[in-house]
């Protein structure tokens, strides 16, 4: 197990957040904070980048270039991180990447921190275009 890992998930215990599930080869922490909205937030410790990616929703078939602008529009207020697409335009992910080599416990907490506010800020809207 790295150094790195071994940081990032004193880090998340600090924090409170819930491991899942722990992959030490592969370096991937899983975690939830249900009551902030975080459910199944993969956490990728593949130096030199922490990538934090959590499905969001999947994309309906109508209404996907509205859908496409807005969340334009909603990564223009994030504090960290963005709201991104998959390959196939089929799924929303919230999704963060961080310098792993000198990360602290602050960068973390803030990037986490604006998955939360990020999805209490737009949580209407967000299930709006997830029951379409």
Same mark, same amino acid.
């Given at each position: 197990?790295?150094?790195?890992?071994?940081?990032?998930?004193?880090?998340?215990?600090?924090?409170?957040?819930?491991?899942?599930?722990?992959?030490?080869?592969?370096?991937?922490?899983?975690?939830?904070?249900?009551?902030?909205?975080?459910?199944?937030?993969?956490?990728?410790?593949?130096?030199?980048?922490?990538? $934090? #990616?959590?499905? %969001?929703? +999947?994309?309906?078939?109508?209404?996907? !270039?509205?859908?496409?602008?807005? @969340?334009?529009?909603?990564?223009?207020?994030?504090?960290?991180?963005?709201?991104?697409?998959?390959?196939?335009?089929?799924?929303?992910?919230?999704?963060?990447?961080?310098?792993?080599?000198?990360?602290?416990?602050?960068? $973390? #907490?803030?990037? %986490?921190? +604006?998955?939360?506010?990020?999805?209490? !800020?737009?949580?209407?809207?967000? @299930?709006?275009?997830?029951?379409?």
């Amino acid at each position: 197990m790295s150094e790195k890992f071994e940081v990032v998930r004193n880090y998340l215990l600090d924090m409170d957040m819930k491991i899942v599930r722990e992959e030490e080869g592969e370096e991937v922490f899983v975690v939830e904070d249900l009551d902030n909205g975080i459910r199944n937030l993969i956490i990728d410790c593949e130096a030199p980048l922490l990538v $934090l #990616e959590q499905l %969001i929703m +999947a994309v309906a078939d109508d209404d996907r !270039e509205d859908l496409y602008r807005r @969340l334009l529009q909603m990564n223009r207020t994030l504090i960290h991180g963005a709201f991104v697409l998959d390959e196939e335009a089929k799924y929303v992910f919230f999704r963060d990447t961080l310098q792993i080599d000198n990360l602290d416990f602050n960068e $973390l #907490e803030g990037s %986490i921190h +604006a998955l939360t506010m990020g999805l209490a !800020e737009n949580a209407d809207e967000l @299930l709006a275009y997830a029951k379409k």
